[in-house]
């Protein structure tokens, strides 16, 4: 049986995917779910460089706006919300167009990948995050080494969650959570997919988000981020993790000044972009759109797209 069409757009932060999304959608009369762990949430909208109203040109978006700052959100929700906005799309009979930069999310709808969620041991769960609190990130996640070597190289000591969800999966079912994704990622591809990666020179790349974090700020970040904290939200909150949110807190916290902030956004987003690139690289079946390569023409990028898409049809 022939598979249904998926089309994913993505790349490395700060790569142009917006408004090359925008452009596709209306030529392959489609719809945009986003792959983006921050856009998911209301009042987020300058740190998590949300498309505003008015750049969807008409086009629906999906997974946009659907949860407040003090919500959960995690990889088993994004997969869930994911699949059934593309069974609305195909309902509708448009094409489902996957847009983001989060690499795990997206692999997580393409191969349908099963991720044996147990939330019944919240006991555990509790306990570890005591640990994390009373004696650090890094205690933790020597831990996680300890049980686990492969997946404490994969998974950074900040991403508390993701450690503690690790740890969770060795002790709840004694097997180590990188040998399951290891086998997950061996799963065919569960739709029809043109899997295209936007990037750039690393050097333009890089030009592209110092001036996107300066613009953020130019544009109010920082009230952005005191207004989260007057609704609520804690250093820990999930929507707190994003990159510029985090650091932005920290300021308002008193324990860095602001130029400190500004410095610490520009490098762990140049840092998350290459980490970016090197999970596209790793990813099968990817069709690379480099920018200097078709001389930064948008036209040609998206005729050959379109061309792509339409020999996969």
């Known amino acids: 049986m022939k598979k249904n069409p998926l089309i994913i757009l993505t790349g490395p932060t700060a790569a142009g995917k917006t408004k090359l999304s925008i452009e596709l959608a209306h030529a392959v009369d489609g719809e945009i779910i986003s792959a983006d762990s921050m856009q998911v949430y209301r009042h987020m909208d300058i740190g998590s460089a949300k498309i505003r109203p008015e750049e969807m040109q008409g086009i629906k978006h999906y997974l946009v706006d659907i949860l407040e700052p003090s919500e959960e959100f995690n990889i088993v929700l994004f997969q869930r919300y994911a699949k059934q906005a593309i069974s609305e799309i195909y309902a509708a009979g448009k094409i489902p ?7 795990f999310y997206i692999q997580s709808v393409l191969y349908d990948i099963d991720f044996e969620e147990s ?3 919240t006991a555990l769960r ?6 994390a609190a009373q004696k650090g990130a890094g205690y933790l996640h020597d831990m996680l080494r300890e049980c686990d070597e492969q997946a404490a190289a994969a998974i950074h000591e900040n991403n508390v969650k993701r450690v503690i969800r690790a740890i969770e999966y060795y002790r709840q079912t004694g097997r180590k959570i990188s040998e399951h994704n290891e086998t997950q990622r061996q799963k065919k591809a569960a739709y029809g997919s043109c899997y295209f990666v936007l990037t750039d020179e690393r050097q333009r790349l890089y030009e592209n988000i110092d001036r996107r974090v300066d613009m953020m700020i130019a544009d109010g970040l920082v009230g952005e981020v005191k207004a989260l904290m007057d609704m609520g939200c804690k250093r820990d909150s999930t929507a707190m993790q994003g990159l510029g949110y985090k650091e932005v807190f920290s300021y308002l916290q008193g324990e860095i000044t602001l130029d400190e902030a500004i410095y610490q956004i520009k490098r762990d987003t140049r840092h998350f972009a290459k ?4 999970w596209f690289r790793r990813e099968p079946d990817v069709i690379w759109i480099e920018k ?18 339409r020999a996969n049809e």
């Open 97 to 103: 167009i996957l847009v983001g930069g989060t690499g």
């Open 119 to 121: 939330d019944k041991d």
């Open 126 to 131: 509790r306990e570890l995050e005591a640990i």
């Open 275 to 278: 980490r970016q690139l090197t």
């Open 292 to 309: 200097d390569k078709f001389a930064y023409d948008d036209e040609k990028m998206l005729n050959y797209m379109i061309n792509v898409v």
